[in-house]
């Protein structure tokens, strides 16, 4: 993640601010408070950090966009994170998916 908080510096110029929400569940909830008291402009989690919390970024969190790498790891819909990533995303008014990984050929594969 700290990977993408790079590529947000690079190509902003430093003009957007970035958060990574991670670490235990205390830590998380030490930022996600922060998150919401003074919102970043990009917020950067993985998708089992995602599973954890999705109830309160949703809840709490102000965003329109939902952008979600290697989006292979979310394609079965009996999966927590799945099911999670699914309700984050349903607030955003944007949605992105891209994955590096061959599909099976099909727009349905499971």
């Given at each position: 993640?700290?990977?993408?908080?790079?590529?947000?510096?690079?190509?902003?110029?430093?003009?957007l601010?970035?958060?990574?929400?991670?670490?235990s569940h205390?830590?998380?909830?030490?930022?996600?408070a922060s998150?919401?008291e003074?919102?970043?402009d990009?917020v950067?989690?993985?998708?089992?950090?995602?599973?954890?919390?999705?109830?309160?970024?949703?809840?709490?969190v102000?965003y329109?966009?939902?952008?979600?790498?290697?989006?292979?790891?979310?394609k079965?819909?009996?999966?927590?994170?799945?099911?999670?990533?699914?309700?984050?995303?349903?607030?955003?008014?944007?949605?992105i998916?891209?994955?590096?990984?061959?599909?099976?050929?099909?727009?349905?594969?499971?």
């Open positions: 993640m700290t990977n993408w908080g790079r590529e947000i510096d690079r190509h902003s110029g430093g003009e601010r970035w958060t990574i929400l991670h670490g205390d830590e998380r909830a030490d930022i996600l998150v919401e003074a919102p970043p990009v950067l989690l993985t998708y089992d950090g995602a599973r954890a919390m999705s109830a309160d970024l949703v809840r709490r102000p329109e966009t939902v952008i979600c790498d290697e989006s292979h790891l979310v079965s819909w009996e999966s927590g994170r799945t099911i999670a990533t699914y309700e984050i995303a349903q607030k955003a008014s944007r949605r998916l891209m994955t590096g990984s061959p599909t099976q050929g099909d727009p349905r594969d499971t």
